[in-house]
């Protein structure tokens, strides 16, 4: 099966963990992913066990205040986790650099990446979609859409 492609519904947080654990095994440098899903649906959670997939052995915590947190994950590669929550626009996007983190070496998790779908509009991306059902329970759809 494809992690990569298809919908799994997740009925705690340690569950979204072991799923981000294992798309994050599957992640090659230049991959790019654009996260979508309302305030508390478990994003950065899923990006905490994506960190672990690609071994980062630091927590990872939500960048909303400080917008970018770059780890290394080899010589020539690092994990880029980002949170639009904040942007506008793509112009801010574009003039703040940093869409510069987003390029063919490193690899990208963007939390609220909707919030800009034209600067997204052509490319190869990985697109995660988290939605409540309840309390514990989410639904995560995950597709990859390149053009
Ligand atoms: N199945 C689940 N998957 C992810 N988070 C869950 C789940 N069930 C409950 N939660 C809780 O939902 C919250 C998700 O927060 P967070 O990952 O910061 O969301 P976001 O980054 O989308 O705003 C956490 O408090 C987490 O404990
Ligand atoms: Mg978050």
Known sequence: MNILNKTVITKSK????????????????GDCLLL???????KTTLIQGIGKGLNIRKILSSPTFTLVKEYPVS???NFIH?????????????KSGM????????ICAIE????????????????????????????????????
């Not at 979508?36 to 478990?42: I, N, P, Q, T």
């Not at 869409?99 to 490193?106: D, F, L, M, Q, W």
């Open 36 to 42: 979508s899903g309302d305030l508390g649906a478990g």
């Open 99 to 106: 869409n510069e983190y987003v390029n063919a070496t490193n």
């Open 112 to 147: 609220w990446a909707d919030k800009i779908t034209d600067y997204f509009r052509k490319g190869h991306y990985y697109y995660i979609n988290i939605a409540y059902i309840n309390r514990n329970n989410r639904k995560i759809h995950i597709r990859k859409r390149s053009y």
């Open 82 to 94: 980002m949170d639009l929550y904040r942007i506008k626009s793509k112009e801010e996007f574009t």
């Open 75 to 77: 010589k020539t590669s």
């Open 14 to 29: 340690k569950e979204t963990v072991s799923l981000g654990k294992l798309i994050g095994n599957k992640l090659n440098p």
